[in-house]
């Protein structure tokens, strides 16, 4: 491993890094991806170190991923919901994490829907923060365990033509993939109905299509995201079978596919609207190893932030 030193006391999105640290962290999962592989998977890495899971919107793979990687990491951990919390009784986001701070915890995990709530925690704890996932802003951690897995499969980023199709105007992962993959040198194109992947994001330093077929055909990596239509405030298409129809990978679109592409997707999917199950569970398809990969990613995220936090 490189001689880079991690200075960072938070996570909070894949924005403020540069591109040394995306890999010296990648670097770091490739070493705790190792521990799992062996027959104990523990490591004292964060013996003493209390860590608090703030989930405030429903998840299954980061909540979990973040739990056992704690676990594997050896710290303390408690789990804490909106809904259990004294938040249903009036009190604020800022009193409940500051209360939670004077019980002496190391680091918060936390899910929100609100975007910039995790950056409004770090600012004012001496905990480190992990953005888990904030509204519609940031998701660094999704974003970091698909790096890693497209790394793991082709080798490299630099180069590599990358298409995220779909719901980019509601989707956090969008938004943490192309800083991530802009900032290690790959070509990024987002593919959408207008509406939902608006030329804007051209300022950036991305491509904007709206033919799935036209941005797929020379991709390496094709990452389908999730329509999400708890964030939808209106119809951004006129029905869920002509989305499926124009922006769905199916056995019909995937046909423009290069036959090494590999076929990416956040979870949860909507089988056969965004993507058909069939190539969700097919031979291209790297969704599970993501899942894999987001254990040594948070694993790596919490023993880095954990060693400049101020407690
Ligand atoms: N990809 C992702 O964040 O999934 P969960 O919402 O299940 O955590």
């Given at each position: 491993m490189s001689a880079f030193q991690w200075t960072r006391k938070d996570l909070l999105s894949?924005?403020?890094?540069e591109a040394e640290e995306i890999s010296f962290i990648l670097d770091t999962a490739a070493e705790f991806k190792k521990v799992s592989a062996?027959?104990?998977?523990?490591?004292?890495?964060?013996?003493g170190k209390t860590v608090v899971n703030f989930f405030f919107e429903p998840s299954t793979r980061t909540r979990v991923s973040f739990e056992l990687a704690e676990q594997r990491l050896s710290a303390d951990i408690v789990n804490v919901t909106a809904s259990t919390s004294s938040l249903t009784k009036g009190e604020t986001l800022l009193d409940t994490v500051r209360n939670i701070e004077a019980?002496?915890?190391?680091l918060l995990v936390m899910r929100h829907p609100v975007p910039g709530a995790a950056n409004f925690v770090a600012e004012r704890v001496g905990a480190s923060v992990v953005n888990a996932g904030d509204g519609a802003h940031s998701h660094p951690t999704q974003a970091l365990l698909d790096l890693f897995t497209i790394r793991e499969h082709k080798?490299?980023?630099?180069g590599l033509k990358v298409a995220i199709v779909g719901d980019i105007m509601h989707s956090r992962v969008a938004r943490s993939n192309l800083w991530g993959l802009l900032k290690l040198g790959a070509e990024v194109t987002l593919v959408g109905p207008s509406t939902l992947?608006?030329?804007?994001?051209?300022?950036?330093?991305v491509k904007v299509c709206h033919n799935l077929e036209e941005a797929i055909c020379d991709a390496d990596v094709v990452n389908m995201l999730r329509i999400q239509r708890e964030r939808?405030?209106?119809?951004?298409?006129?029905s869920t079978g002509e989305y499926a129809r124009f922006f769905g990978l199916n056995s019909h679109t995937a046909?423009?596919?290069?036959?090494?592409a590999l076929i990416m997707h956040p979870g949860p999917i909507n089988r056969d609207v965004e993507l058909s199950s069939e190539l969700a569970d097919?031979?291209?398809?790297v969704i599970l190893e993501q899942v894999t990969n987001g254990l040594a990613v948070r694993m790596a995220v919490l023993f880095l932030v954990a060693g400049c936090n101020k407690n």
């Open positions: 894949l924005y403020d890094l062996r027959q104990v998977k523990k490591v004292p890495a964060l013996r019980l002496n915890v190391d080798g490299r980023i630099k992947a608006p030329k804007e994001f051209e300022d950036v330093g939808q405030e209106s119809g951004f298409f006129p046909r423009f596919l290069k036959k090494d097919g031979e291209r398809s």
